[in-house]
């Protein structure tokens, strides 16, 4: 359980370092007036959002790169931990977060889409349900098989594009960067060693050093 522990914690840090570059760019924002109560805005909600579209991610290289035995216990390991993290209600937690995964999957397994518009149409939902979460203070739930739209105003939406593009997305593809890199390295990664973990990791942070000079 040690090297679940070890993906946990690279999540959990992952998603403390969006959450500080979501507050960082919509703080600079002009448009951050769209977003009301804006100083006392709950972060528990795109929080949940952030973390919901990292653990399917996460879970996609998971499928692509590893024994299909580790996929649901390691899904299952994350999410059970996470709740009283975020301090999410269980019953609350888990309704929305099979909601997100149905959505997601659903869009990764649609063998209609191409490659480009899979990527965007994942993309928009999900800055479609951390825009909503942010400007309504609430989680998005639908039903049936189309999705309707959150209402919400052009700038919101505007403002949070801006801020993932600059703040999010950087630190998204060091993430799956960093898994990526440790899936390929065994197909069952809890077979690594620490020692091999921790070099992969290092090597992995240095390639993105490298790549950003």
């Known amino acids: 359980m040690k090297n679940f522990d070890l993906v946990n914690d690279i999540l959990k840090g992952i998603l403390k370092e969006m959450l500080y570059g979501l507050r960082e760019g919509l703080k600079e924002s002009d448009t951050i007036g769209a977003f009301p109560n804006k100083d006392r805005s709950n972060p528990v909600y795109p929080a949940f959002e952030i973390f919901a579209y990292l653990l399917f991610r996460l879970d996609f290289l998971v499928m692509m790169h590893q024994e299909l035995k580790l996929r649901m216990p390691l899904f299952n390991f994350i999410a059970d931990k996470i709740p009283e993290t975020l301090e999410i209600e269980k019953g609350t937690f888990n309704s929305t977060l099979n909601k997100r995964m149905d959505e997601y999957v659903g869009v ?28 309504k203070q609430d989680f998005f739930h639908w039903e049936g098989k189309e999705k309707p739209l959150p209402f919400v105003g052009l700038t919101d939406v505007l403002a949070i594009q801006i801020t993932h593009k600059e703040m999010l997305l950087p630190v998204e593809i060091q993430f799956v960067k960093m898994f990526k890199n440790l899936f390929t390295a065994n197909s069952d990664f809890t077979q690594l060693s620490t020692e091999e973990i921790n070099s992969i990791l290092e090597s992995t942070v240095k390639e993105i050093e490298n790549h950003a000079d």
């Open 108 to 135: 990764q397994t649609d063998r209609k889409l191409t490659d480009d518009i899979r990527t965007k149409k994942l993309l928009q939902g999900y800055l479609d349900n951390l825009t909503y979460s942010i400007s």
